[in-house]
């Protein structure tokens, strides 16, 4: 618990005065400050220290009065970053965290810091999870088998139930299949020789033209126990991937477009990524204090505009402050999955978004607190995205940066789709391409980019077969409609015709009828006169 003291410095009427200043002191002396209040300051918070705020109603202060507020204090432990030591003697790592998810200290690797302990050891094993890619590979075989089952199910006859499948005799799924067995049993070129087939994973063909796995085999080159053989060998077997002769530029995806390179592909790079950062225009002081008066700032990250930042009240060093303002800018509930990091520069805060290229922005608002941050309230910067372009046997194929990402255009006949990522510095950057990039397809790989000409809703050859099957059904409706008009067409003949008959008939019966009247009546006169 803490007690602090407030006395009115100059006394005026809340909600009218302008200017009325109240000064507060806590139990200890170690936080004091003054709070100004302005005509419209009614009901209106105002920060005396860090968890506690204070509101004036309307009414009259006089110079001079006095009054205490006991305040409960829930801080156990001042905030700090997370602290990790990497390694031990001279050459260990230490690095912060402003957060208990560590990244970059191990490559592809988070470390989630659950509990703090200097004076115990933890070792870390980074292995791959052999498990979770055995059953990748096991539901590969299950699922090439089944396709292979369906297409055969479609074109065979049953001569028990005399049942015919509705593609017998239709070379076209012949073909299909034929184009799936010979993909699976290929060579996959640019991966290591002794992993170039799905046989030396221990993956063969039977008499049915089905894949069966040798499961030790199989747990064997995932555990690294065959010589020569590296998970990462088993990976690029199955997958599309390359490989960089740079660091600063990694491959991370493709698509069923983007072609396996016969000879390296080239990467030359014109600009690199880059982050926005601003640098206030003065150095901070050694000790500056924050209070009521001067702990509000508002600034933009990323072309979001943050709510009101308040600083929390208290004397803070360089360093302090930086972390403190980097801390309140990240909570910021406006500006919710964008950050920042503060650091220092000969004395002066910068601030640096974590995002790159056009999308990154910092710009600095407006508030009481721009002039002990050093700030002039004119600071921004926006960051830029990479630019480069992929060379493929001397021809230039165009790409398109976003951030640290270069993407080839759609268009292109190599690397469609094929998606880099560049860290490197501009000060990195040399005449020429800056990396040469193997692309290799695995089996899976190839199955996809097939299937997917396959199944293209434009020019796939099912479409073109559908196409077809649909073509004949619309040639034999059409010649159904032709064969039903005509059968109309007689139908109305005979009609009319067996309606002339009838009325022929009809005729002849009443020229029959009076023909047979004139007979009686001749035979009855004749009677007569005999």
Known sequence: NDTYRFTVVTGGTVGTTDGIQISYIDGSGENSGTITLNSGDTDVSKTVAEGLQIKFSEGTLVAGQ??????????????????????????????????????????????????ADSNKEVKLTIANDTDAAKNAVLDFVKSYNDLLQFIDDQVRYDAQTKQAGVLLGERSATTIEDDVRRVVSELVSGVNGQMNRLGALGITTDEQGRLEVNDVKLTDALTGRLTGVTFDDVRRLFALSGQSTNGGIQFVSGSTRTKASTTPYQVEISQVAEQASITATSALAASTVIDGTNDT?????????????TLAAGTYTRLALAQ??????????????????????????????????????????SGTALTPLGFAGTESDKGQDVVGKFIVNGVDEPATGTGQFLVGSATNPNTADLQVRVTLAAGQLQAGAEANLTVT??????????????LDPVTGRVKVINDGFQSQIDDIKESVTRQNEILESRRQSLLRRFTAMERAVSQLRGTSDFLSAQLVSTTRLRQQQG
Not at 297 to 309: F, H
């Open 441 to 454: 397809r695995g089996i899976a790989s190839k199955l996809d980019a097939v299937l997917g000409r396959l």
């Open 66 to 115: 006095t009054f205490t507020i006991d305040a409960f204090v829930p801080t156990l432990q001042e905030a700090a970053n997370a602290s990790v030591t990497f390694g031990s003697g001279n050459g260990a790592l230490t690095i912060q965290s402003a957060t208990n998810q560590v990244d970059g200290l191990i490559g592809g690797a988070t470390l989630s810091l659950l509990g």
């Open 324 to 365: 403190e303002l980097q801390a309140k800018i990240n909570a910021n509930p406006d500006l919710t999955g964008r950050k920042v990091a503060v650091s220092l520069n000969s004395d002066r805060l910068v601030i640096t978004s974590s995002t790159y290229g056009l999308a990154s922005e910092v710009k600095i608002g």
């Open 297 to 309: 700032l508002t600034i933009t990250v990323d072309g979001k505009a943050s709510s009101t930042i």
